[in-house]
């Protein structure tokens, strides 16, 4: 049992697995026992069955809508995390050379998995420019990337999880763009036409762990190396409708109740208005205050990780467990960076914000 006892639902601003719309979770109960009266639980039921193909086909039709993508482009559905793609793309896509961008520990980490295949001989990385002078707070300008003439792929990480450090603009590159998504797919309206692929681990900002998208151009498919494995190989995956073996069938249909609550909510433009607004009202609390502090430029700000740092780091531990008491957990931030960090994905609502920013100036005012 966990050491606090609630008898409802809290704020948890977890990194991920994050929380989730309660209206999907309510579906999901009700439809857990016996879905659509079936007899069966969607868990219970093969994916190569009518009911589960049609679940799966209404998953990526309504996130076909949401994101506007193109008919020349795959959806996959597929499992290992964003970090196996770390790899996958990697046996997919390189030949000669790839150029990366370094703005945080995410990227730094699909930085070093795709060194192993330097070093196995498929090819080179080369890290085009690293935020590391900026100590991960600010992108780094555009004139100075060290990019490749003629490289396979560019890969970039929009929204560092960990740092809080977001970059909205597209990259201007000639190579197809790379984009680990895990933490900001479908936070905003995106172009998906300019990407050549963009992957995304679910339990961040869609729900459930355990399922991993990958939306890739059609141009791209066919391209894996030798020793790319099956399960990995976009192509075949694409071939199969991604049940080259078993997919996670449970998490698919989730996401498809995610995707459907998305819809209901407005689409991509509405909750990004929301994510605005709440991003907003906690910066300008932190920002506010001498109380706490948030490092990162205003120009590269996440809109759905906020770490913040009180003034007095001693004071770290009562702050957690007081708003804990509040029931606004998991405010934590990463042991890289400390202090504290909200994680306020698409499922969080503006009331959640409003409880925390009125909880910090509270104890902002008891210290003081
Ligand atoms: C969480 C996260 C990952 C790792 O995801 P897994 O599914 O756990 O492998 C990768 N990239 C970003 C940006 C993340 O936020």
């Not at 151009?217 to 199969?240: E, F, M, S, V």
Request: net charge negative.
């Amino acid at each position: 049992m966990s050491a606090l006892n609630f008898n409802k639902r809290v704020h948890n601003f977890c990194a991920g697995p994050a929380t989730m719309p309660t209206a999907v979770l309510q579906k999901a109960k009700h439809d857990l026992l016996n879905w659509h009266n079936s007899g069966s639980s969607v868990m219970e039921i093969s994916h190569r069955s009518a009911d589960f193909i049609a679940i799966a086909q209404k998953a990526e039709q309504d996130l076909r809508k949401l994101m506007h993508i193109p008919d020349n482009y795959r959806v996959l559905f597929l499992q290992g995390g964003a970090s196996l793609q770390f790899s996958s793309i990697v046996m997919n896509l390189l030949h000669g050379v790839a150029d990366y961008l370094d703005t945080g520990i995410w990227s730094k980490k699909a930085i070093t998995e795709a060194l192993r295949y330097e070093q196995a001989g498929l090819g080179t990385i080369n890290v085009v420019a690293t935020a590391k002078d900026s100590n991960y707070t600010r992108i780094p300008d555009v004139a100075t990337w060290q990019l490749s003439d003629n490289a396979d792929y560019f890969h970039y990480c929009p929204n560092e999880t960990i740092q809080g450090l977001a970059m909205f603009d597209l990259p201007t590159v000639n190579a197809p763009i790379v984009a680990d998504m895990s933490s900001c797919i479908l936070s905003m309206p995106i172009d998906v036409s300019k990407f050549g692929l963009i992957y995304a681990g679910a339990q961040k900002n869609i729900g459930p762990a355990g399922l991993t998208l990958v939306i890739v151009r059609d141009d791209l498919l066919g391209k894996a190396n030798l020793i790319c494995p099956n399960t990995q190989n976009y192509q075949n995956q694409a071939l199969n409708d991604s049940m080259l073996n078993t997919p996670p069938t449970f998490a698919w249909y989730l996401s498809g109740l995610v995707f459907e609550w998305l819809l209901e909510q407005g689409g991509v433009h509405a909750i990004y208005q929301q994510n605005l607004e709440k991003a907003r009202r906690l910066y300008a609390c932190i920002d506010n205050s001498d109380f706490y502090h948030n490092p990162v430029d205003k120009n590269y700000r996440s809109i759905m990780n906020i770490p913040f740092t009180l003034s007095d780091s001693s004071l770290d531990k009562v702050f957690l467990e007081q708003a804990a008491q509040n029931g606004l957990l998991n405010l934590k931030g990463h042991k890289a960076v400390g202090g504290m960090r909200a994680s306020i994905y698409n499922a969080m609502d503006l009331t959640a914000i409003d409880d925390l920013v009125s909880f910090m100036q509270h104890f902002e005012c008891q210290r003081v």
